[in-house]
């Protein structure tokens, strides 16, 4: 998970600093590396019979990391990298984010994980 969260999202931030894109395109850039993944890794695991409820496991660690850190790496990368030269409009890139709305995403999405868990967990299936 090291390099996950710290090694991809830097090499997300020298890319798109290298590159010289664009704000919101390196924003972009900078939410795919720091997302977890490893959901493709599952289907690796079964398809070659390698050890799946390990894959599981670190998936959905990862992800419930990623709740945190994903936020924190890129308030890190655009708060470095995106500031603007006027002293009044710093973080600009950050301000023009609508956090209410990002945090009726995750609310919405992290209930709906925990209904699927005591759907999953309380009803058998057929």
């Known amino acids: 998970m090291l390099c996950q969260f710290v090694l991809f999202p830097l090499i997300g931030y020298g890319t798109a600093v290298l590159f010289d894109l664009p704000t919101p395109s390196a924003i972009t850039l ?54 603007d030269v006027e002293p009044t409009s710093r973080n600009s890139a950050l301000r023009s984010i609508d956090y209410g709305v990002l945090l009726t995403t995750v609310g919405v999405v992290s209930l709906a994980i925990a209904f699927g868990m005591y759907c999953g967990s309380n009803f058998a299936s057929p």
Not at 52 to 57: A, C, G, N, Q, V
């Open 30 to 83: 900078l939410v795919i590396t720091s997302s977890p993944s490893g959901h493709f890794s599952s289907w690796w695991c079964s398809i070659l019979n390698a050890d799946l409820p390990l894959s599981l496991t670190m998936t959905a660690l990862s992800t419930m990391a990623g709740v945190f850190l994903l936020p924190l790496n890129v308030f890190i990368y655009t708060s470095t990298a995106y500031t």
